[in-house]
């Protein structure tokens, strides 16, 4: 089988010579369709360089990336633009909805710029917003509902046109405890039910735990990774501090 996305030797260095700092170094890694995936570390170790190179926000310094099996190197910009908006889904701690539309036309933003028929949008508003259970919001605006309301609509946003990979970074990191576990048993449900692949940075490990596999990164490097498997999430929450506590992250302030 064919990886969703694949890393192959991926550097990312910042700065000139002189004054040089190595984000990334010699990242490899592979992620397959209806994975659940996590990326963890200590403060500063790329987490979210690696998100962010991964998924053409920004572009590695060396080093290959392909996703659906097309290399990004060799797309210009305009086939990058909408290579991101048709294959890809992103969800970000600050939710980034337009305060001027709509929850429900928010969600279907991406559907809209392709100029999808109609009634394929409908439908897909009406499962995706079960799915997430903001149904009931679907004509008010952003400024209207909570936090967690805005990441779900978010997350509808991110996976209504069935994309390669979803990309998350921190989706958790700005909602109260009840918030971020419905939108993570939401996402998990998705992974679970959908088959979508998802890619999530996160420093909490509560939220990890609802990852299938998690790659731990320290000073631009993989560190090791682990998988779910059989292990019940209580299990799984455990086998995640271990680790954390030998990256000498500080435990009390990851959960």
Same mark, same amino acid.
Request: charged fraction near 25%; charge should be negative; glycine fraction near 6%.
């Given at each position: ?25 010699? +990242? ?62 992103? +969800? ?15 969600? +279907? ?130 086998? +995640? ?15």
């Amino acid at each position: 089988m064919e990886p969703v996305l694949e890393a192959k030797h991926v550097r990312k260095v910042y700065g000139s010579k002189g004054n040089v700092y190595t984000a990334l170094s010699n +990242i490899s890694l592979e992620i397959y369709e209806g994975e659940f995936v996590g990326i963890m570390g200590p403060s500063g170790a790329g987490k979210s360089t690696l998100l962010n190179v991964l998924s053409t926000i920004d572009n590695p310094t060396s080093g290959e990336v392909k996703i659906a099996g097309h290399d990004l190197e060799e797309m210009n910009e305009q086939e990058m633009s909408l290579f991101r908006r048709e294959q890809l889904g992103f +969800i970000f701690q600050d939710y980034n909805l337009l305060d001027t539309l709509s929850i429900r036309e928010n969600i +279907i933003l991406p559907l809209a710029l392709e100029k999808r028929p109609v009634a394929e949008i409908e439908a897909a508003v009406e499962r995706i917003s079960a799915v997430f259970s903001i149904h009931s919001i679907l004509d008010k605006y952003p400024t209207e509902v909570s936090g967690g309301q805005k990441q779900r609509t978010a997350a509808s946003r991110a996976i209504i046109a069935n994309p390669h990979l979803i990309f998350a970074d921190e989706p958790t990191g700005a909602l109260d405890s009840k918030s971020a576990a419905d939108l993570l048993e939401s996402l998990q449900d998705l992974n679970e039910n959908e088959k979508a692949t998802i890619l999530m940075v996160t420093h909490d490990a509560f939220a990890a735990s609802f990852c299938k596999r998690i790659l731990f990164i320290t000073d631009g490097e993989i560190y090791t990774e682990i998988y779910r498997g059989s292990k019940s999430r209580k299990e799984f929450f455990q086998k +995640i501090l271990d680790i954390l506590a030998k990256l000498g992250g500080n435990v009390n302030d990851i959960i």
